[in-house]
């Protein structure tokens, strides 16, 4: 069995003033609901788990109004020539680096347009890099090698509200004149550098402080409707329908001649014609050119 290497103990000032910031954030509060949690049975301890995540939709739809904001911002960033760019540390680093790359296959845009930044670099979507999330100059060099601009909008996402990888690089992108806001589960000040706070109020997790879990959840669908919202907004789906989407499998170019089978009720053969006939090139099929 691999072991893990502890890290260096940090002072005691350092810890201290850490755990005062957590005895204020719910999500590192016991979770009376799950305090029994080992002495119960597997299906036990999934029923309590599903119990707790079926809470999270209504604190994501609380949080539509500020996520509007979020998306007008991404919409008015992407048609003046700049990208929604999301940066976060651990979990919801990757949730934002996992959002961006499922944008260019869905939605057939480049992989420019919608941008995930994780403290870390690379290396922290697998396995995690000991003191990124507290690295605030590392921050700063992370935004200039992503030539983060005026053009931009950028969106931290932090579980905590604070990590401070995050918050300076909302700091920096503001100074730059980039759009700026913080998606968070727990409530903090709304600061002079964001232009929206986004606040998903999970409460504490079923393993306490494991923000993986119904933070990661929440963060998860919020992520997912900035990004689909905006890409309705940009005029990337008909109907309902991603007529942009890549074909670069099985799957998707099947997806493609059932949708032009289905919106003008042709047969299969006669639909891959269409499709052949406009080059792959769907909303041509769609329209019969």
């Known amino acids: 069995m691999?072991?893990?290497?502890?890290?260096t103990l940090l002072d005691?000032?350092?810890?201290?003033?850490?755990?005062?910031?957590?005895?204020?954030l719910p999500t590192e509060q016991p979770n009376e609901l799950s305090a029994r949690l080992d002495t119960l049975t597997t299906a036990e301890i999934l029923g309590v788990i599903h119990g707790e995540d079926r809470t999270v939709s209504d604190a994501v739809e609380a949080a539509i109004p500020a996520l509007t904001e979020v998306?007008?911002?991404?919409v008015t960033s992407i048609r003046n020539g700049g990208r929604l760019v999301y940066v976060g540390a651990g979990t919801s680093g990757r949730l934002g680096v996992l959002d961006a790359a499922e944008c260019p296959p869905t939605y057939g845009v480049p992989p420019t347009m919608v941008v995930g930044i994780i403290a870390g670099g690379e290396k922290a979507l697998t396995i995690a890099?000991?003191?990124?999330?507290d690295d605030e100059q590392q921050a700063?060099?992370?935004l200039?090698?992503?030539s983060i601009s005026e053009k931009d909008t950028v969106l931290g996402i932090t579980a905590r509200g604070k990590t401070p990888w995050v918050r300076s690089f909302l700091r920096e992108a503001n100074r730059l004149g980039a759009w700026t806001g913080l998606l968070t589960c727990n409530p903090v000040d709304k600061t002079e550098e964001l232009a929206t706070l986004v606040t998903l109020e999970v409460g504490p997790e079923v393993v306490t402080g494991s923000t993986r879990m119904k933070a990661g959840l929440a963060t998860k669908m919020a992520l997912t409707m900035i990004s689909t919202a905006t890409m309705v907004r940009l005029g990337r789906v008909k109907g309902n329908r991603m007529v942009h989407l890549m074909p670069n499998s099985t799957k998707l170019q099947a997806r493609q001649v059932r949708m032009i089978m289905e919106e003008r009720g042709i047969s299969l053969?006669?639909?891959y014609d269409l499709l052949k006939r406009a080059d792959g090139d769907l909303e041509r099929a769609l329209r019969g050119d």
Do not use: C, K
């Open 2 to 7: 691999n072991e893990i290497m502890s890290p």
């Open 12 to 24: 005691l000032d350092t810890l201290r003033a850490s755990i005062e910031e957590m005895d204020g």
């Open 269 to 271: 053969e006669t639909a």
């Open 71 to 74: 998306v007008e911002a991404a």
């Open 144 to 146: 200039e090698a992503h």
């Open 140 to 142: 700063i060099r992370d």
């Open 129 to 133: 890099q000991e003191g990124a999330e």
